[in-house]
């Protein structure tokens, strides 16, 4: 019965590793399978760049956000594979003398039992794979190991063969941080857990899309992250600092400094001219943007004197986006931005939104449902179930005129 | 229908303020008018009850058994009582007071015994509770034991003496004094029997004072109807018709009976002429005996002079002469004593000749007499009830009504408010394939069951609470049962069909605009009202500033209806205030501007001898004469006329001119009269009007100015015009005097006036405000409705303004939400919604205020009687009042609603 699982599982990442065109996806659809396959909690798939010789989670599983962080090849069980091409099966890395603290120990997943596998191609090794604690707490077995050792093996051809590369950009400067938080809602006579433990770190300067099916905690995890929300538990802190139960003048002043909005229904002042909507928001700060420049910034000059209900729905979602960056925030918040948009109206939207990112250098945090979107993200996040699900780096985003769907 | 009730359950801030307006709305319109039908009622059915007079008939020359049988027979008539009446003084144990003793008739007007039970014979009494009360008398107390009486006009007086005194049997009350604030001379009552109306002269032989009469009329009339009024009318115009032949045949019997008197007098007076004539004949001759007598004396003392002195002869001789000399002295004086008495007499003849000439010639020219009928305005109490249901009208009719509007307004703006709230949702039902009629019902059923509901509530309300209230406060001034409680069929209905077509018209209004639009477009956001571009210039105000400005201009309906809402609920409350104080200040004016006397001194007559002595005393005075009187100019009106020095009288009793505020001086070119008289009867200074007091016939008389008044009807006249237009020879009687105190005591001066044994015909000494008392409890339960009306008005102003601010805080919610997401303070964003709430509340003060104070002068104006003037002037303080209450009413609700945005959840944005 094992053997026919594990035998089924297999078959799958062959087929996401050769079927699937993007090998980012086939790579995250592979370790996923592999996660699940394995009934555990978390797990990696760690890529070697060659000209640091330092290693890098591209694509990662599970509670604990490792993603930006790198480490040097040799160094810890993932170092230690990858340097020696041989795996590792802990099944106490309590006693286990190997194991002096993971990464995912950092990230917030005390790690119990692990595999981790070498990538080897046919001339070197090039990262390894991991998969952390099994949820029953039991040990991993030989069989399972064996099974992570085929589809690493899978993966590391596949990468040979596609042509994979890492080149791993200088380390990131933390701009948010949320380690464990959860937010519960008063339900009847009980509680409803919305958030059950989110560890994630926001870096300066990237656009983030966070993905995830209705009512998954998405939402709830931008509001929390934009002081729209407080938290039930956990620390938030921003740019070090601890942010996790802010004053309501706090939560007030970091809005208003810190963070832009983008709303799915725009939610413009319908008394107000384009141009006025961004002027009132410049008026709140202290450095703004001027705002005509802004609204140029959108490309919405001719149309600066409409009301929003003279304008269509992509000119509204575009002067919400004005308004957002004239403040210079050093956060946006975009929730479902091109929901209510047509497909062209959306890349119009999107391409707003990704030359912020790149000319402005301010942290984008989109919610959408639309996965193609996430194409063009610096990194996508997976949530599921009050928990970040996966967490996957994007080595080749795409720009939003190329997207398609 | 679940769509309907959900749409209740979420904009239930709203539909609860609709039926508390409508409650209070309909509360104060239909509890006032309930109300003042029944007051109406009550006293219809207590006066049909006691078969109440409908004419009241005096003759000025006393009406005749005769007169009464011819009354009897007239038609329409039904039945008439003669009745007996005097005014007679009533003192126990050193109190005492006046009294009017009254004939108790068989059928008409008939009096509750309260206690005891009413008199039957001779010796027998009852009397009002009013004067048992003060004099502290009780059944069973009889005259001569307990109880002394004066006649102060001694016609037909009540057969009683010392052997035979009467028992007051009873305690009664009756249905001439219903209204215990007339201030009206109680009742002592006698059967008809007790008055000696047999045993009189010619003049008052079997008459009597007034006829009661009671017209045929249908069982249960009401007494206040037009209808009513119509047929007393139709039988007084009967009775004028056979008043001309009964009073000819009554002044022909008094003129042929003065003659007859006359010639009678003639007689003697001739009968004693001629014989003054003839003792006067004899006592000549008389004196011519009486000289030779004396000569003869005379002779006899020279004879005795020849006599020795001392000789028998002599001293028999000078004893005879002296014996009769002294009886001749003796005679000589008595005649010429009786002699001088007849020249005298005889002298004296011819006075008497023309004073009796003089009194033919009066006779001959006497005034004929003449009826004069009252209908219902001749009893004080009732044209109490009248007025007191007519002011009660008449706040209905404005104060109310206002009430009414205002609420209508806020409930169509708070319908017509939620609907437009939901213009998307309407987009979304038609478009899903509603019918028109369906998303009609929803909003119908919104607004017209919360408006019926209210209006439910309201009826209930009026009828079980405010009725009953207002009912309660002249229940203490009325005898009869004031609770009559009445619902209005025709009224009620009328204000539910109102209600219905209001609230049903306030929702079609504002849905079918709506459901004209295409479904489309009712999703999408309304566009804003344009405006001019600013051409890139600078703004002097922030954008933020500037948004509110903009919000409103774009939103003006919802900002015109806060407005006119917020200044009729000020309004209201100015309206109340100005009101109270245009009452109060009337009587502070009055008493503070006007009359500027401490007492009022009344004596039947006023000598200038005993005024300068009750000044020595170290009292300021003034004498005049102050009389009922009546007035036509237009209508026929009760007055006071005061004759006297116009310009001694300003001094206690102010006479400025109402529009220059100058004091008049004397004048004989016509009457000063009150401003409100000259209002309500169209008169200014050189016209002219009718004028009958002191039994005198209509006298024309020209108005010479119009002086500022509040209560009362004065209508002063200097002695000059006085003899000039009433009589030319006899001036009138001072019988009041005005007396500014000085600081001295009042008690003390009744002593000090009572004991001079000059003074008689003492009627009264009264503190000049004793009126004001009167006044103040005829006003207290208006003033009470009009203190209910201010609470309610301001209750409404809370829930108008609570319901107002809220449908805005709901309209703005998401903006604020938005505001709040984006970085602005709770501070900023309430600051931003308080500066509209206070903008349109000032606004709606402003507009309240001048609103409010053009109403409250309308409704003064309709709440003036004849007599009184109630204070017109600009009321600053309720000004005050009207601004501070709806201030702290929008402090308070905004307090209460804009604390939301505290707990606004920023996550709705999304």
Known sequence: MEQKRFTKATWQIMEQLLEVDSLEEALAGSLEIIVNTLDSEAGAIWLLDRKTERLSPVFHMGPADISGISVENGLGVEGLVTKTGKSVMVTDASSDPRIDGTVFDDGGLPVKTMICVPLNNLRDVIGCVQVINKKDGSAFDEDELQLCERMAALAAITIEEKGFSVDLEEEKEILMSLRNVTREYPSGDGVTKVLRGINLDIYKNEFVVILGESGCGKSTMINIAGGMDELTDGTLTIEGKDFSHPSDDDLTRYRRDYVGFIFQAYNLMPNLTALENVEFIAELVKDPMPADQAIAAVGLSARADNYPSQMSGGQQQRVSIARAIVKRPRLIMADEPTAALDYATSIEVLSVIENIVRTQGTTVMMVTHNPEIAKMADRVVKVRSGKVASIRKNMHPLRAEELVW | ?910
């Open chain 2, 1 to 910: 229908m679940k769509d309907a009730l959900r749409n209740i359950s979420r904009q239930k801030v709203s539909y609860l303020s609709i039926i508390l307006i409508a409650l209070l709305g309909v509360t104060s319109f239909l509890g006032i008018d309930y109300a003042s039908g029944a007051l109406k009622k009550s006293a219809s059915e207590a006066y049909e009850e006691s078969n109440f007079r409908d004419i009241e008939l005096i003759s000025t020359h006393y009406l005749t058994m005769d007169d009464l049988e011819v009354i009897r027979k007239v038609e329409g008539v039904a039945d008439a009582e003669p009745v007996w009446q005097s005014l007679i003084e009533v003192y126990r144990d050193g109190v005492s007071t006046k009294a009017n003793y009254i004939s108790l008739t068989d059928r008409i007007s008939r009096p509750e015994a309260l206690e005891g039970r009413l008199p039957e014979k001779d010796g027998e009494a009852a009397m009002e509770k009013s004067l048992a009360d003060q004099m502290g008398l009780t059944v069973g107390d009889t005259y001569y034991d307990t109880v002394g009486l004066e006649y102060a006009n001694n016609f037909f007086p009540v057969r009683f003496d010392e052997e035979s005194p009467f028992v007051i049997t009873g305690i009664i009350s009756h249905p001439d004094h219903s209204n215990a604030n007339t201030g009206e001379v109680p009742y002592l009552l006698v059967p008809s029997e007790s008055i000696d109306y047999e045993d009189q002269s010619f003049d008052l032989k079997d008459c009597f004072v007034r006829a009661e009469i009671v017209i045929e009329k249908p069982e249960g009339m009401d007494r206040f109807s037009p209808e009513y009024e119509k047929a007393v009318q139709k039988v007084m115009d009967s009775l004028e018709e056979i008043s001309s032949e009964r009073i000819r045949i009554r002044d022909d019997f008094i003129r042929e009976k003065s003659l007859e008197t006359l010639a009678d007098t003639r007689r003697y007076i001739e009968e004693d002429r001629a014989e003054k004539e003839e003792r006067k004949t004899e006592l000549e001759k008389e004196a011519v005996l009486l000289a030779e007598e004396e000569k003869a004396l005379e002779e006899r003392e020279e004879a005795l002079s020849g006599m020795e002195e001392g000789s028998e002869e002599y001293e028999k001789s000078l004893a005879e002469l002296k014996a009769d000399r002294k009886d001749f002295k003796k005679r000589k004086k008595s005649h010429d004593g009786d002699l001088e008495y007849v020249e005298e007499s005889l002298a004296y003849y011819p006075e008497s000749v023309r004073q009796m000439d003089d009194t033919e010639r009066g006779i001959m020219e006497a005034e004929p007499g003449r009826w004069i009928m009252y209908g219902q305005s001749g009893n004080a109490s009732c044209v109490q009830v009248r007025t007191d249901s007519e002011n009660l009208l008449s706040l209905k009719n404005t104060f109310s009504l206002m009430f009414v509007l205002i609420g209508a307004l806020v409930i169509y703006a708070t319908i017509s408010k939620m609907v437009d709230e939901q213009r998307t949702l309407i987009g979304t039902t038609k478009a899903l394939g509603f019918f028109r009629r369906e998303v009609l019902a929803k909003y119908l059923l919104f607004g017209v069951s919360s408006a019926m509901a209210g209006t439910i509530l309201g009826i209930l309300t009026a009828r079980f609470a405010l009725e009953p209230f207002i009912l309660r406060g002249y229940d203490v001034y009325y005898t009869f049962d004031t609770g009559g409680a009445l619902l209005r069929p025709g009224t009620t209905l009328a204000v539910l069909l109102v209600t219905l077509i209001l609230s049903a018209g306030a929702v079609c209004l504002a849905a079918a605009r709506l459901l004209q639009i295409p479904a489309v477009q009712l999703m999408q956001p309304p566009v804003p009202a344009g405006r001019k571009k600013s051409g890139g210039k600078r703004h002097a105000l922030s954008l933020y500033s500037r948004l509110i400005l903009l919000n409103m201009r774009s939103d003006l309906k919802r900002v015109l209806v806060t407005i006119v809402s917020i200044a009729g609920c000020c309004a209201l409350i100015v309206i109340g205030f100005t009101l109270k104080f245009a009452v109060s200040g009337a009587i502070d004016r009055h008493y503070s501007q006007v009359v500027d006397f401490d007492a009022r001194f009344r004596n039947s007559i006023m000598l200038e001898e005993e005024k300068e002595r009750i000044d020595r005393w170290g009292v300021e005075s003034v004498m005049l004469s102050e009389t009922p009187c009546f007035y036509y100019a237009g209508s026929f009106q009760a007055a006071s006329l005061l004759v006297g020095s116009i310009e001694e009288i300003g001094e206690f009793y102010h006479l400025r001119d109402w529009e220059t505020g100058e004091p008049f001086a004397d004048t004989d070119e016509g009457v000063l009269i009150p401003r409100r008289m000259a209002e309500i009867s169209g008169l200014v200074p050189g016209s002219e009007f009718d004028l009958t007091a002191g039994g005198y016939d209509r006298k024309r008389v020209r108005v010479a100015g119009v002086f500022e008044n509040y209560i009362g009807a004065p209508i002063v006249m200097s002695r000059e015009y006085y003899s000039k237009a009433i009589d030319p020879e006899l001036e009138p009687t001072d019988n009041v005097m005005y007396i500014r105190l000085n600081g001295k005591d009042l008690a003390e001066l009744e002593e000090y006036i009572k004991s001079s044994d000059d003074i008689w015909g003492f009627e009264s000494l009264t503190s000049a405000d004793e009126d004001r008392h009167i006044f103040d409890a005829s006003t207290s339960v208006i003033n009470a409705i009009v203190a209910l009306l201010i609470f309610m008005a301001a209750l409404m102003a809370g829930v108008v303004l609570m319901n107002l601010t809220n449908i805005y805080y709901l309209q703005k919610k998401r903006e604020l939400t938005i505001m709040r997401v984006n970085g602005f303070t709770v501070r900023e964003v309430i600051a931003y919604m308080t500066r509209e709430t206070v903008l349109t509340t000032i606004l709606g003060i402003l507009l309240g205020i001048g609103e409010g104070s053009a109403v409250a002068y309308r409704i003064v104006r309709a709440m003036e009687q004849p007599v009184i003037q109630l204070d017109r002037s600009v009321s600053c303080a309720a000004w005050i009042m009207g601004a501070v209450i709806t201030l702290v009413f929008t402090v308070l609700v905004n307090w209460a609603v804009l604390r939301k945005v505290r707990n606004l959840k920023l996550t709705d944005v999304f």
